[in-house]
């Protein structure tokens, strides 16, 4: 669940096309991992911290890989 959440997040952010969005993102994922370290009462979960990152990576590219793919079906092809 955490991967589909960070991949929702990683589409959701390059839909702004803001590279600042896109950082703000990623700084608030690490963010959110260390403040669960700090206040939590039981052992935090760093394997889960990779996933999130993986899974935000893995939004972006698929984002990037579908507007590729957009670009590249749209134009229309000229046959003779």
Same mark, same amino acid.
């Given at each position: 669940?955490?991967?589909?959440?960070?991949?929702?997040?990683?589409?959701?952010?390059?839909?702004?096309?803001?590279?600042?969005?896109?950082?703000?993102? @990623?700084?608030?994922?690490?963010?959110?991992?260390?403040?669960?370290?700090?206040?939590?009462? #039981?052992?935090?979960?760093?394997? @889960? &911290? &990779?996933?999130?990152?993986?899974? =935000?990576?893995? #939004? &972006?590219?698929?984002?990037?890989?579908?507007? =590729?793919?957009?670009?590249?079906?749209?134009?229309?092809?000229?046959?003779?």
């Amino acid at each position: 669940m955490i991967i589909l959440t960070a991949a929702a997040l990683g589409i959701s952010a390059g839909q702004m096309r803001s590279a600042g969005a896109i950082a703000l993102i @990623a700084a608030l994922i690490g963010i959110s991992f260390a403040l669960a370290a700090v206040f939590s009462p #039981g052992p935090v979960s760093f394997l @889960a &911290l &990779l996933y999130a990152i993986l899974g =935000y990576n893995g #939004g &972006l590219i698929l984002f990037v890989l579908g507007l =590729y793919a957009h670009a590249r079906f749209r134009t229309p092809r000229v046959s003779y």
